[in-house]
Each structure stands twice: as structure tokens, then as C-alpha cells.
């Protein structure tokens, strides 16, 4: 019998990307720099964990896509270590069978359509690992270890909701959002880190010293290489974020990985949360 979604027609009625454009414009603008303290509140942000004091944000949105103070993350790290990143909590972790993720308890979606059919074969009995942001952490992304981005692509798509209305009401959540997937390389061996937009955060921004190519946020479309280059990247580097709290996604092949952390871990960016097994 087919289950049912209480909440999907609901969801599904909303216009979110005409949501995310009118909500997007406003928090963009500095009509919105008034209620920075406001949301501080609301969501218990300390603003000594930002670059600067909130005063001198110009909106809401730069003050989500916040930088961190230098130094204020102290990890004891290691060549071989896996970090986390970014800051959320682990809602799901596990291996991929028969192709397909656990979304959330009952809830499944295929790892071809997630990946957008590329290379999605190489992590079959691999290991997947979904970190939320809620709007109150730090929204930067990070390389989770030294390696190559070989390429990076942007797939088109709508913008459900990414917290847990949206991933118990919506199957197939992460592969329908417009996201855009990172692939790395190192020792010769392959992961992906996946980027899922959400609405009102609307798409990743990427750092500007990756020199990406321009995208269309669009709801339809096939997707696109916007990786001009290859492009080394230590571990820990910035390479995006976040306007708002949403989903990453890092997948990795069966036995490349081995994580110290567990579904419902909290996690902070630069945080080790496993290791990168040296080949013989």
C-alpha cells in the first residue's frame, strides 16, 4: 500500500522559490540589519563566535554567512584526519545499499539520482553521512580533508524545506533540491560532498577563489559543470556557504573512511570525525 504524506500536499502548495527570491531580497537588504539581534536571540547566538562584532554586518545575510574569529578553532588535527565541514548534527549515517541512502526512518532515495547519475556506482556499500544546519550554526563549508576537486556540478531543482517537516513528508528530499555536488580526489581514490539548498537559502554560494562558473537558479534543467579547473585545496579551506541553515552530505566509497561519530552527534567545522586510511 502506498504510504501516505500528510504534510507533502501542504508543502508542495507552497511557492517556494518565489519564497526564497521575495524573503531572499528582503534579509539581502539593510532594512533587515535591525532584527540581527532579534535572531541572535531567538536562536542563543554568542557574537564573539563571529569575525566581528553584529554592529558592523550590513543584513541578516551577511550576518548568517558569518566568518569565524582567527584561530577560535583549536583542533588537535592530522594529515589523515576527516573534519567536519561544517558545524550541525549528524541526522543521518550509514552505508548505501542497493543504491539507495536512508533519508530518514521509512524514507529512502536513490544515490544515482542524488549524485545526478555520476559515478554513483563507486559508492555502492559506501558510507553516507547528512549534517543539518539549523539557522543558529556557522554556515561556512570546508574541505574535510587535503585533496583535488576534480569537478564541481550544479543540478537544478525546487527548494523543499531541508529540517525534519521536510524529510519525513518529502521522499527523495535531497535528490529533488536544487544542490550542487564536489567531487575530490585523493590517493587516487574518490568522494563526494553534496551542497543541498533549501528554501529561503535559495543555492550555495561557492568561495570566490574557486573561480566557478556562474549558475541559473532554476527549478528545471540538466545539470552543469562549473568547475573550469582543477583546483588542490587544503584541509580545513573554505570553499562555500550557506545562507541560511541546510544540508551537506559527504558519501564515500565501502572501507575508504573510518568515522568516530554517530547519528545524532553534534559537530563543529574543523572538528575531526574520522580517519582517511593510509594505502599500502
Known amino acids: 500500500m502506498k504510504r501516505l ?15 526564497t527570491q521575495t524573503v531572499g531580497c528582503f534579509l539581502r537588504s539593510s532594512a533587515s540589519k535591525p532584527f540581527i539581534p532579534l535572531y ?18 550590513g543584513s541578516l545575510t551577511e550576518f548568517f554567512a558569518r566568518k569565524l574569529p582567527p ?25 548505501v545499499n542497493a543504491g539507495r541512502a ?9 544515490m544515482a539520482a542524488l549524485l545526478a547519475d555520476v559515478d554513483a556506482s563507486l559508492f555502492e556499500h559506501g558510507t553516507h553521512v547528512v549534517i543539518y544546519l539549523s539557522p543558529r550554526n556557522y554556515h561556512r563549508i570546508h574541505a ?25 513528508q518529502i521522499p527523495g528530499l ?23 539548498g533549501s528554501t529561503i537559502v535559495g543555492s550555495v554560494k561557492l568561495s570566490p577563489h574557486l573561480q566557478c562558473r ?33 544540508t551537506v552530505i559527504m558519501v564515500f566509497r565501502e572501507g575508504q573512511v573510518k568515522l568516530d561519530v554517530a547519528k545524532g552527534d553534534m559537530v563543529k567545522a574543523l572538528q575531526p570525525i574520522g580517519k582517511w586510511p593510509t594505502r599500502q
Do not use: C
Not at 157 to 162: D, M, Q
Not at 186 to 196: P, Q, S, T
Open 144 to 168: 574535510p580533508i587535503a585533496a583535488v576537486i576534480r569537478r564541481i556540478i550544479h543540478v537544478p531543482g525546487t527548494l523543499y524545506p531541508v529540517n525534519r517537516l521536510g524529510t519525513t
Open 40 to 57: 541572535m536571540l531567538v536562536y542563543g547566538i554568542d557574537d564573539s563566535q563571529a569575525e566581528r562584532p553584529w554592529r558592523t554586518y
Open 174 to 196: 535531497y535528490t529533488k533540491n536544487e544542490r550542487t555536488i564536489s567531487w575530490f580526489s585523493r590517493d587516487e581514490d574518490m568522494f563526494a560532498l553534496v551542497k543541498v
Open 102 to 110: 536512508v533519508q530518514i526512518k521509512g524514507i529512502s532515495y536513490s
Open 214 to 246: 556562474a549558475v541559473r537558479h532554476r527549478a528545471r534543467g540538466p545539470a552543469r559543470m562549473i568547475l573550469p579547473r582543477e583546483v588542490a585545496v587544503a584541509q580545513g579551506e573554505e570553499l562555500a556557504w550557506f545562507e541560511f541553515g541546510s
Open 5 to 19: 504524506y500528510p504534510g507533502r500536499l501542504a508543502l508542495g502548495l507552497l511557492p517556494r522559490r518565489l519564497l
Open 71 to 95: 584561530g577560535s578553532r583549536k583542533f588537535s588535527v592530522q594529515d589523515d584526519d576527516i573534519v567536519s565541514p561544517v558545524d550541525g548534527v549528524i541526522v543521518e549515517l550509514g552505508r
